[in-house]
């Protein structure tokens, strides 16, 4: 995994931020996650990105749109000024090289899943459009919380298969949503489970980023408040979410409060002793009769031996 956080400071100040913090990966908004108003981005800004990050060791970039976007809600005000952020958040994060643009499909308010799913295809469908080959969508599956759509593997499916596996469509789990909404991503035989159903019903390819959250509230409470790392219910087990051999290899990011100002260096230390645990545990314990070691490309590990001893050394 290339562990990291979302952190603040926006196109101009997320690369040394993240690697204030000692994170390989980073999440970051590209305008105030409070306000509507989309900022005019310094075109140098924009494409010096690219080496700043680099030159801060950060291995991928991924940008979180704002939480205000709701693509299934019946408000037409709502829902066209979500799809105008989400076509800028695009074009920015296509500016800056991102691998990808995570969102929330949103809330459908009450009027059902397959109303939400109505307002929602032929907005996702538009700024598809606008994707390159290297930044992709990636649909964020929810909480389960109020009429949040992706709550379950099978309504993150329906997406894929209703936005006909648009070739630059991908998807990202969270930890603390998937433990919300009723997968104990904390036993390995239920998070195979998830990860076969998803494989043969999405491919693991076009799983694209994962957020590390713990959870404060209890397994299938529909509730989305993410704990710090090994604070909440999950605690240590998170470990095994962590080592599951087929997530190794994609950015995995912190967005938890840390001491209220997001993912700290503490936090990052925390993920990578979990990291670490659930990754040496794998690699002891006797081979699993379940998963297929011949899908993953043998490559997939060394990039985090090396982010490993980038660290360490
Ligand atoms: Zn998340």
Redesign the pocket.
């Known amino acids: 995994m290339i562990l990291g956080g979302h952190v603040g400071g926006g196109v101009k100040a997320a690369p040394e931020r993240a690697e204030a913090i000692g994170a390989d990966a980073l999440q970051l908004f590209v305008q105030s996650p409070r306000a509507w108003r989309f900022p005019d981005h310094d075109p140098e800004v924009l494409a010096s990105y690219g080496d700043r990050a680099r030159a801060a060791g950060i291995q991928a970039t991924i940008v ?1 749109a704002i939480y205000l976007c709701n693509f299934a809600s019946p408000d037409d005000t709502i829902y066209g000024k979500s799809v105008s952020t989400l076509r800028d958040t695009v074009d920015t994060a296509c500016a800056i090289g991102a691998e990808g643009v ?1 969102f929330h499909v949103g809330s459908h308010l009450g009027s059902g899943f397959e109303a939400g799913l109505e307002r929602a295809l032929p907005a996702v469908e538009q700024v598809l459009e606008r994707c390159s080959e290297r930044t992709w969508l990636l649909i ?1 599956n929810s909480a389960g919380t109020g009429g949040t759509i992706g709550r379950s593997l099978d309504e993150v499916a329906t997406l894929f298969e209703r936005l006909n596996k648009h070739r630059r469509l991908g998807f ?1 789990l ?1 930890s ?2 998937l433990w919300a909404s009723g997968y104990d991503v904390t036993d390995p035989v239920a998070l195979d489970a998830l990860l076969d159903e998803f494989d043969s019903r999405v491919g693991l390819d076009r799983l694209r980023a994962l ?1 590390v ?1 713990d959870s404060a509230t209890p397994l299938g409470s529909n509730r989305d408040r ?1 704990a710090n790392i090994k604070e909440g219910l999950m605690g240590d087990k998170l470990s095994v979410f962590l080592g599951n051999r087929r997530l190794q290899g994609l950015p995995a ?1 912190l ?1 938890v409060e840390g001491q209220g100002k997001g993912p700290d260096a503490n936090e990052m230390q925390k993920l990578r002793e979990l990291w670490e645990a659930g990754t040496t545990a794998r690699t002891r314990a006797p081979a699993r009769k379940r998963g297929s070691s011949a899908r993953r490309p043998a490559t997939r590990g060394t990039r985090d031996s090396r982010s490993r001893g980038r660290r360490s050394g």
Request: net charge negative; aromatic share 0%.
């Open positions: 979180h995570v964020e990202c969270d603390c949503h957020h959250n993410h990011l967005e």
